[in-house]
């Protein structure tokens, strides 16, 4: 061991055992803090030479579709911090909330060095694994912070200065790490400050994004600061009823949590109506006008921006009633012709006050969540909450506390707060289980208690609370053959099933050359429409789109952003698609000389398209190689999906799509859904 880690390794022990030279490492508790937790909770050698923990190309892959909606935001922030930090040593990366790096901008100076280290895609950066450092401590501490040299808890990492602040959603949850890390020599001062501001213009820019359909309230207490970085932004529902607040909003009106102000109406925060807030803005042409906050009667500057899907739509009225299924634009804005959309949100009009349960199915992406959220927005529950919960993205051990909350302390390790359940946040509105087939069997027996006696007991606690939700939920598997397998209760089978609507597959909708122009626009910036080629657009219809909606907003998200100008054309999409259809058979494409970069950079960061009927064809190599590697694990287990899914460590619900995507089936066809 050198003298300098030597060293080292003295002076973390000094500070964790006896607090000395505590001061000394001058960056106040929190390294502190992260030290005492490295040797004490996680037991870590200071002076670890152990390998650098990298996850399988399968899981990376996996995590970076998680978090596919920030990543598509975050890649375009990450450019541009580069290219302000560019020559100054630096890489730029993005972890998710376990601190698995899911991409990486290096510094050709400093990538090979830092490969060394392990900063590199998928590589895991957790404190647990690296000690304090960055990212790691970042995610633990939930604050931007730097770890400069010698306050990395391995000596491995001393050499390394990082600027690290934390990304969250809008509903406050942690979803990952922007960082900048180089060479301690090289550090800069004010690195930590553009990193936060480039986080805090990913969490605006996937806010205002997310919420695009919806009303936008944009503020700020001086009106040339609306439309900048450090605005407010309020999502309100056509009846001005909130249902998200960025970070800077709830800052700047001086609330900590976004659940003291969704589900209120807008009227409740502003003196001034919904209806009226929208007249006034779209009278001063969107120039902010003032407003008052009712509590404190502090003056903000707002606009508010229309929906996009529904530029022409109606405007709120002075006294608007809520909505009646007459007037149902969420829900008829979902067909553009195909006939099967059109009849689904005719049973939908029928259904909708009725209280019937629904459930919703269809190919993973192919719109079940908007379906369900247009049905909300179309009923008489608009203005109440409209709460989403995935029982496949829930840790088992978490879904049951997410569903039914807990009280204060029911629990070691439960908030000193409790918890309010999602179906209690549901309370008046609708509460869409996403995924339903992969609920805990456990859970599902007292899902159906929940159901049937429409009353709820938190954990901990002893008073059942009334509950009034209309219930929607959905699953892209056969549950059936779930209750075949005893994985699905038939009890709560029956119960769920009052309705069922099956979503279209985006390959077989006859409105899809329509759709594919809106989801353009929904994807453009407001006020600046990107236009489509017309051979790009034919090039488009023909895709075969095993992922749908999602996949196909996903490239045109991705070909937006990186486009040269206005008008996309076929040099604008990634090889593999334009593969794709020639070996279907269509017309041969030639994207002309050097047209390919662009593309290619596409080709990049999205999933390729099914390839036909040819089965790995279409696939780039990496995908051809995942291709192979879940073929032999599905013959080991003899095509039992739930060995190999337990195996790899996902849930069956992913291996699903996987083999969708990989455009793998069954020898036996018909035992494949
Ligand atoms: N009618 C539509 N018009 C425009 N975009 C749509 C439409 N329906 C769905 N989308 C978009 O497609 C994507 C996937 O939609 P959604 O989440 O509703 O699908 P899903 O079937 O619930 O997916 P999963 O099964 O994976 O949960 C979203 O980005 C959504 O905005």
């Known amino acids: 061991m050198s003298k300098f880690a030597v060293d080292h390794v003295k002076r973390v022990h000094s500070v964790v055992h006896d607090r000395i030279g505590a001061d000394c490492i001058g960056a106040g508790n929190r390294i502190t803090r992260s030290w005492i937790r490295c040797l004490n909770e996680y037991q870590l050698n200071p002076d670890s030479c152990a390998e650098p923990e990298v996850v399988a190309p399968i899981e990376l892959q996996e995590r970076q579709e998680r978090l596919a909606d920030v990543q598509a935001v975050a890649k375009v922030e990450m450019t541009n911090l580069y290219q302000q930090l560019a020559g100054s040593g630096y890489a730029i990366m993005l972890t998710d909330r376990e601190g698995v790096l899911l991409n990486y901008f290096g510094d050709p100076a400093f990538t090979h060095a830092a490969s060394k280290t392990g900063l590199m895609q998928g590589a895991v950066w957790s404190e647990r694994v690296q000690g304090t450092n960055g990212m790691g401590t970042c995610l633990v501490e939930r604050r931007p912070l730097t770890v400069h040299q010698d306050e990395h808890y391995l000596s491995r990492n001393i050499g390394l200065s990082c600027a690290a602040a934390p990304i969250f959603d809008h509903e406050g949850e942690l979803v990952g790490v922007l960082d900048a890390s180089g060479e301690s020599r090289l550090a800069q001062q004010h690195t930590l400050a553009l990193v936060s501001m480039s986080v805090q213009m990913i969490e605006n820019r996937v806010f205002l994004h997310q919420f695009r359909h919806d009303y936008i309230l944009r503020f700020h207490n001086r009106p040339e600061f609306v439309g900048t970085l450090s605005e407010g932004a309020i999502a309100l529902s056509i009846t001005g009823t909130v249902l998200a607040a960025s970070r800077a909003a709830l800052s700047l009106l001086g609330y900590t949590r976004p659940e003291e102000i969704v589900g209120r109406d807008v009227c409740e925060l502003f003196n001034i109506t919904f209806p009226g807030l929208v007249d006034s803005s779209t009278r001063r042409a969107f120039h902010p006008v003032p407003i008052f906050e009712v509590r404190s009667n502090a003056r903000f500057f707002a606009v508010v921006y229309q929906p996009v899907a529904h530029s022409n739509a109606r405007r709120p009225q002075r006294g608007a009633a809520l909505p009646t299924p007459a007037e149902t634009s969420a829900l008829d804005a979902l067909h553009l012709g195909d006939p099967a959309m059109r009849a689904n949100v005719d049973t939908a009009r029928r259904v909708m006050e009725r209280n019937v349960s629904i459930v919703l199915l269809g190919e993973t992406g192919s719109g079940k969540e908007r379906f369900a959220r247009a049905m909300h927005l179309s009923s008489s529950r608009a203005s109440r909450p409209f709460i989403a919960i995935n029982c496949a993205s829930i840790p088992e051990s978490l879904i049951e506390s997410e569903l039914f909350g807990y009280r204060p302390g029911a629990f070691t390790g439960a908030s000193k707060e409790g918890q309010r359940g999602k179906l209690l946040q549901a309370n008046g509105g609708t509460l869409f289980l996403d995924e339903i087939g992969d609920m805990p069997v456990a859970l599902q027996a007292r899902l159906l208690r929940v159901l ?222």
């Open 452 to 673: 049937e006696e429409r009353e709820v007991v938190p954990l901990g606690g002893e008073t059942p609370v009334k509950l009034d939700i209309r219930l929607i939920s959905a699953t892209h598997c056969d549950l059936l053959q779930k209750i075949e397998s005893g994985a699905f209760r038939e009890d709560l089978y029956y119960r769920l099933q009052g309705v069922t609507f099956t979503m279209p597959p985006l390959r077989d909708r006859q409105d899809r050359c329509a759709l594919i122009r809106q989801l353009a626009l929904e994807e453009s910036d407001a006020g600046c429409p990107v236009e489509l080629d017309d051979k790009l657009l034919a090039v488009l219809d023909r895709q075969h789109w095993p992922g749908n909606l999602r996949q196909l907003r996903h490239l045109l998200r991705t070909m937006i952003a990186l486009r040269a100008t206005d008008r996309l054309t076929l040099e604008d999409l990634p090889p593999e698609y334009r593969h794709g259809l020639v070996e279907a058979g269509a017309a041969a494409i030639t994207p002309a000389a050097g047209s390919a970069s662009a593309g290619a950079a596409v080709s990049a960061v999205l999933p390729a398209p099914a390839p036909g009927n040819k089965p790995g064809a279409g696939l780039n190599p990496f995908e051809c190689a995942e291709r192979e590697v879940l073929l032999q694990e599905l013959k080991r287990h003899q095509w039992n999906l739930s060995g190999v899914a337990r195996e790899l460590n996902i849930s069956r619900n992913t291996l699903y799509r996987k083999l969708q995507r990989l455009n793998i089936e069954h020898p036996d066809k018909s035992l494949f859904h």
